[in-house]
């Protein structure tokens, strides 16, 4: 530690700290631009000037290493005067826009020149023009002349996105910021340079000139989009979402949140939104009352358990949905006598159902610090661009990453080791790994490994994970999703073990965790997700749900629903109108109050931000009255605090019902070369659930386009398609008719097609045997 003084104050900082670093220790602020703590130093602004006694002239304090003794001044006439000196070079160009400018009332250098600016400017020649640029539908690059080139957006795109998308062109007064040759910014993370921009030169496309930041309300609130949870800040004008932020939280999201937490938003006033409740009468949609359609719904579900046994009953939730919904839709199921209840629409394998409850098996901090991870079946960097950000930061470090997938996709960072295999070939792909650290242990393979010869792959990623000291095994989505994935966790829980690595999931959804710990997983005899749909119910109560788009085998879920005699959607949006007969509005994540359990166990708990539009009711209380009408006990919540107590109890209590480990043996399988095409599927990430699929900003950008059929450079030789071509895919008893694309890192007989959208919603699983025909 090195002590140093900075206006008469003493500190200490750790050796090797800048003399920003110790003022922002005492509190001390030094007014600075170019400066983030989170992003490289670039020292370009020059306006964190200070005086530094025996330096011969004022040295930058982001830049400026400290020495023992060192005494600096920040407001000295020496510092005051060099900070206006910069002031006035950066307000020559400045335009004069403040009064129409989108950053007015939160702009750093509107702050900074109320005190260090000059009331007029030396200077009577033409100012620059840089001209405007389009690089999507999320980022407004319009105003470039107010660029003070900084570069925080440069660094974050290289430093933390991980893909440098923006860059400065030209000299002097000719550099500009710039993409490369006319490109668009397409990472999944572009958003958070808005937000970094310290003028108004790069601005919120969606948000452009609609509110003024002082007529904005602003409250907290918790994203469900993905398993972390980000943190947010949600800014309100007359009762309608504006504006969505991140809000620090170094545990959780740090200062950052994806393009999907932050776009969102814009689908919360969709055309779509389901503003009143509806009955289907002789064909025909009818609004109602809740009264009617509440007591419709009660009278229904009671004439099919009279009729036909309460087995007929099947309710399915998604991970999106509050704590609260979870826990009292299972309540009402099982009040009726069902067990039918589920949230995992998505998965296959059940195998491990009340020996598990999946979560990350460390915090989101510990994991940022891991220094070797071997990843299994994710979309990572679409997935998860949060928990990505932190291996990247990792990665910088010398951590190891090793991923185990079926498609070698650009992660952005260095990735140490990669087993790219067909779904089908996961197993023994994890086997060989498996017996590769038992080798390198000298320690026996689980029984029945002993013909496993480890590729080099394989060797080598064993290799890396027993190297490092903080080591972790995670199955990603598509592993939880594969129809073996208990399999794959026994094998992955075995090796972490072997390895003395922390074993856990990254789970799909910010509230994944919490439908496990509010109860909503079938009991004994109880249908699954997969179940429900595969032998037809007589009525279903859908929570959030698009069972076309959010199942596992879309193809099953609607010939069930089509046969149905009573389907009750409880969503934001209208969908389903073709089978259901009952349509309740029920608001979404910021029309309510709730909780949602993160990826690492942390309950999150917010209120709404705005009042339901129209009639739109909380999910929690449409569940209570219901509860009530069909006369069941325990149904008398005032809260959703209340709720939230009964299911959690203590932090301790819920903490010790997270487990990974299960008491399944690992077993071996050969690897095979049938050469039949099989499916891999990705849930885009503007997809995944019912809000992000309907904002128009996030559906215009590269990850929002239609999915195409992506075949190995093999593949489409010997099926003589080029890209570009139509193909129609066949899987089951639909088919889509798709454009097909090529993907030369693919194993041959792999073919990626998208789940979660309209045009592959006829398709069957997720994984499986599938057919490609030209068009």
Partial sequence: MVEIEIDGKKVEVQEGSMVMDAANKLGTYIPHFCYHKKLSIAANCRMCLVDVEKAPKPLPACATPVSAGMIVRTASDKAVKAQKGVMEFLLINHPLDCPI??????CQLQDLAVGYGGSSSRYEEEKRVVTPKDVGPLISMKEMNRCIHCTRCVRFGQEVAGVMELGMLGRGEHSEITTFVGNTVNSELSGNMIDLCPVGALTSKPFRY????????????????????SNLLVQVKNGKVMRVLPLENDQVNECWISDKDRFAYEALDSAERLTKPMLKQDGKWQEVDWQTALEYVAHGLRNIRHEHG?????????PY??????SLLQKVVRGLGSENIDFRLRQSDFALDHQVTPWLGMSIVEFGQLNRAFIVGSFLRKDHPLLTARLRQSVKSGAKISLLHATDDDMLMPIANKIIAAPSNWLAALGEVAVAVAQARGVAAPAGFDNVKPSDAAAQTAASLLSGTARGVFLGNAAAQHPQASQLHALAQ??????????GYLTEAGNTVGGYLANAIPGANGANALQAFAQPRKAYLLLNAEPEL???????????????EMVVVMSAYKHGADYADVLLPIAPFTETSGTFVNCEGRAQSFNGTVKPLADARPGWKVLRVLGNLLGLQNFEYDTSEAIRGEVLGTDAAHAARLNNNAATAPQAVAQTASGALERVTDVPIHFTDAIARRSPPLQETLDGQAPKAWLSAAL??????????RVTVRQG????????????????NVVRVAAAHASTAKLGGMFGAIVVEKA
Avoid: M, N
């Fill in 494 to 503: 075995w090796i972490a073990q072997q390895t003395e690595s922390t074993f």
């Fill in 733 to 748: 008893q639909g088919s889509a008719s798709l454009t097909a694309a090529i993907d030369g890192r693919l194993p041959e």
């Fill in 310 to 318: 309460a087995d007929a009953i099947a309710a399915l939730g998604t």
């Fill in 321 to 326: 949905s509050t704590l609260e919904e979870l």
């Fill in 101 to 106: 400018c989108d950053q007015g009332g939160e």
């Fill in 716 to 725: 489409s030789q010997k099926l003589g398609i080029v890209a570009g071509d």
């Fill in 550 to 564: 959010d199942s596992y085998d879309p193809q099953a879920a609607r010939a069930a629903l089509d046969q149905a």
């Fill in 210 to 229: 609609a509110a003024r930041t002082w007529e904005l309300s602003r409250r907290k609130s918790v994203s469900p989009h993905d398993s972390i949870g």
